[in-house]
């Protein structure tokens, strides 16, 4: 009796590794829902909100003079060398090269492009929107505040919302998006929530920014994700756009039809006098009769190759025909040689 054999957890791991033959299809792709556009609006409301408090330099200013003048960093300094590299994972560079490494291995195995287009389109959308956020409002962090108490708006400065913990939120909320299955998704949702809101508390610790600028991140980088279905259609055709440009290269590289040479032209007839001979008139004048120019029925050879050494005249060539005419006999004609009958004239 054959038993089969049991897979290990390495041998599921290198299985996960196998290209698939085709794209799946069940690929979840997430729908605008109603709960999600509640969950949106909120997230927009609550947005607005942190904005308005920080302009109207309410509580939530004074609380951020609190937390700076108290002084994380100083509190806990045996933590500092590890948190600087912490927050590395807030930091839009490394972040995304690290998930694009990953989505992209996913679209090669799945045979498609929609997990990098996700990416790519989700940091578009951060860096317009938070990048706008931040040159239009322009508050200053906490290491270049002038007045003690102030919101430090419209100074010149780049810090209002935090970028460190909105690209947190977005490249690593952007798993949870894409996740296969939904145990999958609320693992990964739990653990971008938790990445996420260390990089926002570890900015906070080194005093880069204020906490107001960490809660505003947060909303600015669940917006993007709460958006991204918004953006599938459109994510959908561009990616039918790259795959048919791509089967167009790969027609036009094999080369799939051969184009005939074209045949050449025919030459120009060239024309060809007929000169016949001279007739006698009864005044005894002879008048060459040229008949009117006929194209010529073959085309001109082109030049043979001589072979070296001397050439003779036609008269010193040795005949290769028999002798004696070949032409067949007839009453008129005088054999040559001979004298002809015809008076001579002219002479």
Avoid at 266 to 285: I, T, Y
């Amino acid at each position: 009796m054959r038993t089969e054999r049991k897979l290990t957890r390495l041998d599921r791991v290198f299985a996960r590794l196998d290209r698939e033959p085709e794209r799946p299809a069940h690929i979840d792709v997430p729908r605008m829902s109603r709960h999600r556009v509640v969950l949106f609006a909120s997230t927009l409301a609550f947005y607005a909100a942190i904005v308005w408090a920080v302009v109207i330099t309410s509580w939530l200013v004074r609380l951020d003079w609190q937390v700076m003048f108290f002084r994380p960093y100083q509190q806990w300094p045996e933590i500092h060398a590890f948190l600087d590299y912490y927050v590395v994972l807030g930091q839009r560079g490394p972040t995304a090269v690290m998930i694009a490494a990953w989505l992209g291995w996913r679209s090669w195995r799945q045979h498609t492009l929609r997990p990098l287009l996700i990416l790519g389109t989700s940091l578009l959308l951060l860096n317009v929107t938070v990048g706008a956020a931040k040159l239009s409002m322009g508050r200053l962090g906490p290491h270049y505040a002038t007045s003690v108490g102030s919101n430090e708006m419209w100074l010149g400065g780049d810090i209002f919302p935090s970028g460190h913990t909105a690209n947190a939120v977005v490249t690593w909320g952007i798993l949870a998006y894409l996740a296969s299955t939904p145990r999958a998704r609320r693992w990964l949702s739990a653990l971008s929530a938790v990445v996420s809101l260390g990089v926002g508390l570890t900015t906070v610790y080194l005093g880069t920014h204020w906490l107001s600028d960490v809660v505003l991140g947060w909303a600015a980088g669940l917006l993007i994700l709460l958006a991204l279905p918004w953006f599938e259609p459109l994510i959908a055709r561009a990616e039918t756009a790259v795959f048919d440009l791509r089967d167009a290269r790969r027609s036009r590289r094999r080369g799939t039809a051969t184009v005939p040479a074209p045949a050449p032209a025919p030459a120009a007839p060239v024309e060809v006098p007929v000169v016949l001979a001279p007739a006698a008139d009864p005044a005894g004048e002879q008048e060459p009769v040229v008949r009117e120019p006929v194209a010529a029925s073959r085309t001109a050879r082109p030049q043979g190759h001589l072979a070296p050494g001397p050439h003779l005249t036609r008269s010193e060539r040795t005949p290769v025909t028999p002798l004696g005419s070949r032409r067949p006999p007839h009453p008129d004609r005088v054999t040559r040689g001979t004298a002809s009958a015809r008076p001579l004239t002219g002479g």
